[in-house]
Nanobody
Framework: QVQLVESGGGLVQAGGSLRLACAAS??????????MGWFRQAPGKERELAAG????????SYADTVKGRFTISRDNAKKTVYLQMDSLKPEDTAVYYC?????????????????WGQGTQVTVSS
């Protein structure tokens, strides 16, 4: 059974930083076979991709709203993907979800991801 477990969320003031981590287990293939992504969903809004990373980390994609502030990375030996979030803004407040895609080396839409974590809340106060 595939499990993606997020950690690192919390409450932070605007301008602060958080580092999210997502640990994978139960994968049927090696972790490096999966494209990974971080999505976020704010109340009343659709889930959107914040950042995605290819199977071995050579290609990264970011939403325009987070470019220059967020950095996605992965450690395939630890089966973990990270999201470093700097210069946080109140509009970054959302539940952040980790997702894994076996079908796409780097996927940008929610429908391209087969596995999802439970999410971790990030709240940025002004």
């Amino acid at each position: 059974q595939v499990q993606l477990v997020e950690s690192g969320g919390g409450l932070v003031q605007a301008g602060g930083s958080l580092r999210l981590a997502c640990a994978a287990s139960g994968l049927t293939l090696t972790f490096s076979s999966y494209g990974m992504g971080w999505f976020r969903q704010a109340p009343g809004k659709e889930r959107e991709l914040a950042a995605g990373i290819s199977r071995v980390g050579g290609i990264k994609s970011y939403a325009d709203t987070v470019k220059g502030r967020f950095t996605i990375s992965r450690d395939n030996a630890k089966k973990t993907v990270y999201l470093q979030m700097d210069s946080l803004k109140p509009e970054d407040t959302a539940v952040y979800y980790c997702a894994a895609s076996i079908t796409k080396p780097i996927a940008t839409t929610a429908g391209e991801y087969e596995y999802w974590g439970q999410g971790t809340q990030v709240t940025v106060s002004s």
